[in-house]
């Protein structure tokens, strides 16, 4: 079996209660498998439940739905780097389509959080993706190429060691809609020609996000191109996404 990655987003939900809940179950219904990895990016307030509640295991990493790129200050609301890797976080998201269209981040500001995680020694996840209008107008390739290099911009071959790229079609995020498999594909041979422009010299994953579930999960993941996934629905149930990481292995 190929190396897997498989990321659950629980975006705002998951108490630290219900976290623990959820480790003790899923932790339960799964074992660790050699190549598959999995990472937990709960809500800041859950961050230190989860990773005290799944510690045990090393195939199991915690992240920050988002970071900012400056280490203390007056940014009421916001989750430093120092913050999240004290509380137990190894990597970040960056630039999720709900932090680009809901809250108006820029690539220029994707960047500096990818920089400021990579600087710090964490693992980056920069999250790409083109709005339906885009699709429809033939722009995806353009959209997403923009966004990585502009999330990538002064990154160097030894901090792309520590990037995860998640190419995740802002139509499809929570909708039920996702791309085929031979779209995403596509989609992904053009974002993986990118990173060896901008320097990758070894194979940054890229993983595919939205409306993944069990019954699409094993097609996209069949793909080459595809390293592995970001979930969020179907990361909510403990045995649901025990089953989905369990293509893995
Ligand atoms: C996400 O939150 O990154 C995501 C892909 O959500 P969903 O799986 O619910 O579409």
Same mark, same amino acid.
């Given at each position: 079996?190929?190396?897997?990655?498989?990321?659950?987003?629980?975006?705002?939900?998951?108490?630290?209660?219900?976290?623990?809940? =959820?480790?003790?179950?899923?932790?339960?219904?799964?074992?660790?498998?050699?190549?598959?990895?999995? $990472? =937990?990016?709960?809500?800041?307030?859950?961050?230190?439940?989860?990773?005290? +509640?799944?510690?045990?295991?090393?195939?199991?990493?915690? #992240?920050?739905?988002?970071?900012? $790129?400056?280490?203390?200050?007056? =940014?009421?609301?916001?989750?430093?780097?120092?913050?999240?890797?004290?509380?137990?976080?190894?990597?970040?998201?960056?630039?999720?389509?709900?932090?680009? *269209?809901?809250? #108006?981040?820029?690539?220029?500001?994707?960047?500096?959080? /990818?920089?400021?995680?990579?600087?710090?020694?964490?693992?980056? =996840? !920069?999250?790409?993706?083109?709005?339906?209008?885009?699709?429809?107008?033939?722009?995806?390739?353009?959209?997403? !190429?923009?966004?990585?290099?502009?999330?990538?911009?002064?990154?160097?071959?030894?901090?792309?060691?520590? /990037?995860?790229?998640?190419?995740?079609?802002? $139509?499809?995020?929570?909708?039920?809609?996702?791309?085929?498999?031979?779209?995403?594909?596509?989609? *992904?041979?053009?974002?993986?020609?990118?990173?060896?422009?901008?320097?990758?010299?070894?194979?940054?994953?890229?993983?595919? #996000?939205?409306?993944?579930?069990?019954?699409?999960?094993?097609?996209? !993941?069949?793909?080459?191109?595809?390293?592995?996934?970001?979930?969020?629905? +179907?990361?909510?149930?403990?045995?649901?996404?025990?089953?989905?990481?369990?293509?893995?292995?």
């Amino acid at each position: 079996m190929r190396p897997l990655l498989f990321a659950a987003n629980w975006k705002m939900q998951v108490t630290p209660g219900e976290t623990r809940r =959820f480790a003790e179950q899923f932790l339960g219904a799964t074992a660790p498998v050699d190549g598959r990895s999995l $990472w =937990f990016f709960p809500s800041a307030v859950s961050m230190a439940s989860a990773a005290d +509640a799944f510690g045990g295991r090393a195939d199991i990493q915690i #992240g920050a739905q988002d970071v900012h $790129w400056e280490p203390k200050g007056a =940014f009421t609301g916001a989750t430093s780097i120092p913050l999240a890797r004290g509380a137990g976080a190894s990597g970040a998201l960056v630039g999720h389509s709900e932090r680009r *269209h809901v809250f #108006g981040e820029t690539d220029v500001e994707t960047g500096r959080k /990818v920089r400021a995680l990579l600087d710090a020694g964490l693992t980056a =996840f !920069l999250c790409v993706g083109e709005k339906l209008e885009e699709r429809e107008a033939g722009e995806t390739e353009a959209v997403v !190429l923009r966004q990585l290099r502009a999330g990538l911009a002064g990154v160097a071959a030894e901090g792309m060691r520590r /990037v995860v790229v998640a190419y995740e079609p802002v $139509w499809a995020i929570g909708t039920g809609r996702n791309a085929t498999a031979e779209d995403a594909a596509r989609v *992904h041979a053009a974002l993986r020609a990118e990173l060896s422009n901008l320097g990758a010299t070894d194979r940054v994953p890229v993983l595919y #996000g939205g409306s993944v579930n069990l019954g699409n999960a094993r097609g996209l !993941l069949a793909q080459p191109e595809i390293d592995g996934v970001l979930v969020g629905g +179907a990361s909510l149930d403990p045995d649901g996404w025990a089953e989905i990481v369990g293509i893995g292995g």
